[in-house]
């Protein structure tokens, strides 16, 4: 590792003035991605500015029934907090299915939304990777591509975003605010996640400096009644190979409001508009389900690998829409398996 120094910043304005005068700095939170990818060069600060005094740890209700949760807040105190569990149930599971309980103690969420790919090549510094090394190639296009994007991949990255909770958020439509040297600004969340293109390198619209300072989930008649269904190959510590966050509202027995997002399948957290679409004011009958299941899965594109994970986005669609919508769903568990 090459000597990197060390800064602990107790407010916002002296983080983002530290980082913002010197271009080889970045924040450090929870560390738990950052510090990986600094013991095997993938990423080479001269600077780490420590932003974990930050008196950004809040999770509370705000306007009518939202939600702000503070960027350096920890993902395990958010997934168990009361006013999370209860009206955001999909942000909870979403929290609980993602890393390990360690990770999640250590882990912030602004980290988790800022979280690199876990693509094998971007780790490794022999392989070709343009979202590494802009121009150097993406070997994942004709190599070992089973857990890569069949939605929003451009023939110079397939990568799949790998935030659990990021999916969580797109579908209700949370809102990340930042702050720079001369002032803040709301980014909306669908927004915050730029999809490869021709620069699979910029991920994020964040200028250099600029920091996550909250996430706000404004109310919705829905959210209360959501759930998180993640398949993964093993039941924890793994990423998704499929997930599917779902927010309803139902009323004279049709479709009044739905949210819907997918994990795993795409290079950015991917909103299912056009499933939503075709259900708003429909029956919630399974037939309606896998009809609009089909539809949003008819742009996927396979790598030769992850064509599996078509039909296994479709079923674990209509998977979560059949919980979601079950008189008993409160109690329909949302921890994966197979769909
Ligand atoms: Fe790099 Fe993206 Fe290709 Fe993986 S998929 S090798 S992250 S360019």
Not at 112 to 139: E, H, I, T, W
Not at 182 to 210: K, Q, V
Request: glycine share 10%; proline share 6%.
């Amino acid at each position: 590792m090459r000597p990197v120094s060390y800064s602990r910043v107790p407010d916002v304005a002296t983080a983002i003035g530290a980082v913002s005068a010197d271009p080889d700095s970045t924040f450090l939170a929870g560390g738990t991605t950052q510090v990986d990818l600094l013991r095997i060069y993938v990423e080479q600060p001269g600077r780490l500015v420590d932003i974990n005094d930050l008196p950004l740890r809040q999770v509370e209700s705000v306007d009518g029934g939202g939600l702000r949760i503070g960027a350096v807040a920890r993902m395990s105190d958010v997934a168990q907090a009361q006013v999370v569990r209860q009206g955001f149930p999909v942000i909870s599971q979403a929290l609980l299915l993602g890393a390990s309980p360690q990770l999640r103690n250590m882990a912030s969420i602004g980290g988790n939304l800022m979280q690199r790919v876990r693509c094998g090549y971007f780790r490794d510094l022999a392989a070709g990777c343009n979202k590494r090394a802009p121009g150097s190639g993406c070997a994942a296009l004709h190599g070992i591509n089973r857990g890569h994007a069949i939605l929003g991949t451009s023939e110079r990255c397939i990568a799949t975003h790998p935030s659990d909770l990021a999916v969580a958020l797109v579908a209700l439509d949370a809102v990340v605010h930042t702050q720079n040297g001369s002032g803040g600004r709301a980014i909306p969340i669908d927004d915050f996640f730029l999809l490869p293109d021709d620069t699979p390198e910029r991920e994020h619209p964040l200028d250099h400096g600029e920091l996550i300072v909250s996430v706000e989930v404004p109310a919705t008649k829905s959210a209360a009644r959501s759930l998180y269904l993640k398949v993964r190959d093993r039941e924890s510590y793994e990423f998704a190979l499929v997930s599917v966050a779902v927010a309803i509202d139902l009323h004279g027995g049709a479709i009044s409001e739905i949210r819907l997002a997918l994990g795993g399948v795409a290079t950015k957290p991917w909103r299912a508009r056009q499933a939503e679409r075709m259900l708003i004011g429909a029956p919630p009958t399974t037939e309606n389900f896998t009809a609009a299941a089909r539809e949003e899965l008819l742009p996927a594109v396979p790598y030769g690998m992850n064509e599996f994970k078509i039909e296994l986005a479709r079923r674990c669609i209509v998977r979560a829409l059949q919980a979601v919508t079950a008189d008993n769903w409160q109690t329909a568990t949302a921890t994966g398996g197979t769909a």
